[in-house]
């Protein structure tokens, strides 16, 4: 009997502007993102895991010339390059626990913004739960314009599942994001995990994704949740 193989091909993740679904739930921000300018040339860009945030922060990118690096990444001796061009710095948050990481940022945005530079800075929560412990860069940032992507509206679910199913070469049919619209926990961060699980599942089967592997899937998450795991 020939032994069959499954492959878990990694999903590509498409980050264009035609790739990015507008809804009432992100609507302000895309508009924000959009803008010629922003007031003091900074914006902070706000939302939970898998809203949107990388993808506008590429969409921008592509349309100013800008460059996009994670705040841990930020080296002192790369500052003044980064600041000949506008620059989006991602997950700020996540270098409040060390100090030197955010002096090194807060050169960098004060040398952006000399350049004559814009500056985006993303991070999960407003920039007022940011907490970080350098006091002139917490000031900084919530001097800064702020706009969040909201939760998402069943057509922005729709649309993020449909393209977290592209991403990885998938097309269900429409009753299976029907059905998971209708049913899933309203998270971005849910949503790529279903859609994950889904594709895994598919493949160790053999099978197509249907309604019926969504409802197995729906209801073994249920589950986890249900006996703590």
Excluded: C
Aim: glycine share 6%.
């Amino acid at each position: 009997m020939a032994l069959q193989l499954s492959f878990d091909l990694p999903a590509k993740t498409a980050l264009g502007r035609e790739d990015f679904f507008v809804s009432p739930a992100n609507a302000l921000a895309v508009a924000m993102i959009s803008a010629t300018s922003w007031p003091g040339n900074k914006l902070v860009l706000s939302g939970p895991a898998g809203a949107g945030k990388t993808h506008l922060a590429h969409v921008w990118a592509a349309e100013t010339g800008g460059r996009i690096i994670q705040a841990a990444d930020v080296r002192h001796e790369d500052v003044p390059d980064l600041a000949r061009a506008p620059v989006a710095v991602e997950d700020v948050p996540m270098i409040a626990g060390d100090l030197e990481q955010q002096k090194t940022l807060f050169h960098l945005h004060n040398l952006v913004l000399a350049e004559g530079n814009a500056l985006l800075m993303t991070g999960r929560l407003a920039p007022n739960f940011w907490q970080l412990p350098l006091p002139d860069l917490q000031s900084r940032i919530e001097g800064a314009h702020h706009v969040a992507l909201d939760p998402p509206d069943d057509a922005l679910l729709g649309a993020v599942l449909a393209k977290l199913f592209v991403d990885r070469q998938l097309n269900p049919s429409p009753e299976v994001i029907a059905y998971l619209v209708k049913h899933m926990d309203r998270r971005f961060d849910t949503a790529a995990s279903v859609v994950a699980q889904l594709d895994q599942l598919a493949l160790s089967e053999k099978r197509d994704i249907t309604r019926a592997l969504a409802v197995r899937v729906l209801s073994a998450d249920l589950d986890d949740i249900q006996s703590g795991n």
